[in-house]
């Protein structure tokens, strides 16, 4: 009787309820709930499930992956950074106000680390994400398909927050560079991208050689955006070298 009223409550959209009814019910009469507090609980349980579920999805679609905490990072380790900054985009402002932030630095000095936090915190905080590297964006939208790419250009210029990781790793031709401008075009002064890239500006021609648009992309990209460079060596080389050194002595 209890797994066919479960799944009455599951046809009904109280799939919340559904999930934890002996519980609630065995809550519920040892508490002596009243019937109007009996239907507040099933509002909260009901409203803190499809919370945690959406969020989840949300997770799922932004493709985060693993990532290290920011309150494990030690800020003392670049030669240069605006610690300032990249706190107030970890509180994800820069969304709200529908600016842009670009994290320009050369490997293990923590730009996809703090982009993913930012993207993580996001997702927390109920807004869309999409987080790719460069190279898995442009890849799917250079399709044959005109209908598929407009589909996929309208797929990314949804969500609150968009992550493009790792711009400058790889070089593309003319047609890659219209394609991230399309991109960063649709969401002009409407929603938020954040870039991470290991070349100033002035390099991304060795990117995108023989772009027209290069220009106009930046213009695009960094008109309301707050754009920062962090400098130093890279700590995961370093940790490599205490491991191996760490190893060497236990052996």
Known sequence: MMSDLAAGLSQIGLTGLAAQLPDFLSRAGKAR?????????VVRLETLYRSQKSAERRMRSAHIGSFKPVADFDWNWPKKIDRDLIENALSLDFITARRNLVLIATNGLGKTMFSKNIAFLAVQAGLSVIFRTAAELLSDLSCDSPQRRRQRLAFYGRPDLLCIDEIGYLSYDDRAADLLFEVVNRRYERRSVLVTTNLCFA????????????????DRL?????????????????????DAATRRRRK
């Open 203 to 218: 390099d991304w021609n060795t990117i995108f050689p023989n772009a027209t648009c290069l220009t106009t992309l930046l």
């Open 222 to 242: 960094t008109h309301h955006a707050d754009v920062t460079l962090l400098e130093g060596e890279s700590y995961r080389t370093f940790e490599s070298q205490r």
């Open 33 to 41: 709930m009243s019937s109007p507090v009996v239907l507040e609980e």
